[in-house]
């Protein structure tokens, strides 16, 4: 079965740009995770949804937003970006947490 | 922040031999994860324990849990140089957070 798919893989922005991240789960996964990945700070917990609700968030400011469609695809937005938030944004599905996730390939964002 | 603190931080050993390594958590979880990353990319989900389990096996992994000491290892055998990545545990309930990593070398 296909895995799971994140679009796109390497995106370069200007600080001050926005900027959406797409996430395909795994088909039947309804849990969508989604994490930031930086030399620094290691990997970090964005937010978990769940058909369609957002069941946890992390410690991110409200720049960070995300959603999940009716089909499980999820999205994360980053508005007005900051160097800072040049990292790999790391999706991961399941069919519930307590089973373990399937990750996708990240998308490498470099803000400049 | 993490949840999980990983020693060592860092492994260099030789093709053949074991690899050991721990995670320590601070809150009460459900179950207990390790993933590999290889290079920066995606992890790969490597074995689940449970909260009410005390070891687990699969392939050359095996990997203890003691929550009275909040607690995990994960031990590597007959390591292979394809082993060389960065391993993760990740523990939680609600809130799955992730460890700081060990980064494993493994030299042919």
């Known amino acids: 079965k296909a895995g799971v798919t994140q679009t796109p893989r390497y995106l370069i922005k200007t600080r001050g740009q926005q900027v959406t991240l797409s996430c395909s789960p795994i088909?039947?996964?309804?849990?969508v995770s989604w994490y930031q990945q930086t030399p620094g700070q290691g990997l970090q917990f964005l937010f978990e949804?769940?058909?369609?609700?957002?069941?946890n968030k992390g410690n991110f400011p409200g720049r960070f937003s995300g959603r999940q469609f009716s089909n499980s695809r999820s999205e994360m937005n980053v508005s007005t970006l900051e160097l800072g938030d040049s990292a790999l944004y790391l999706c991961?599905?399941?069919?519930?947490?307590?089973?373990?996730?399937?990750f996708g390939s990240g998308t490498r964002l470099t803000v400049v | 922040s993490q949840q999980g603190e990983e020693d060592p931080q860092a492994l260099s050993i030789q093709e053949g031999e074991n690899a050991t390594m721990n995670c320590s958590y601070k809150?009460?979880?459900?179950?207990l994860q390790w993933y590999r990353q290889n290079s920066g990319r995606g992890l790969v989900h490597l074995i689940l324990?449970?909260?009410?389990?005390r070891e687990k096996h699969s392939g050359r992994l095996r990997v203890t849990l003691d929550t009275s000491k909040k607690s995990s290892s994960l031990l590597i055998t007959a390591s292979r140089a394809a082993d060389t990545a960065s391993y993760f545990c990740?523990?939680?309930?609600?809130?799955?957070?992730f460890g700081t990593g060990t980064r494993l070398k493994v030299l042919a």
């Open positions: 991961a599905s399941s069919l519930d947490r307590s089973e373990g996730y399937t």
């Open positions: 088909s039947g996964h309804r849990s």
């Open positions: 949804y769940f058909s369609e609700t957002q069941r």
């Open positions: 809150t009460s979880i459900n179950n």
């Open positions: 324990i449970r909260s009410n389990e």
């Open positions: 990740l523990t939680g309930t609600y809130k799955y957070i």
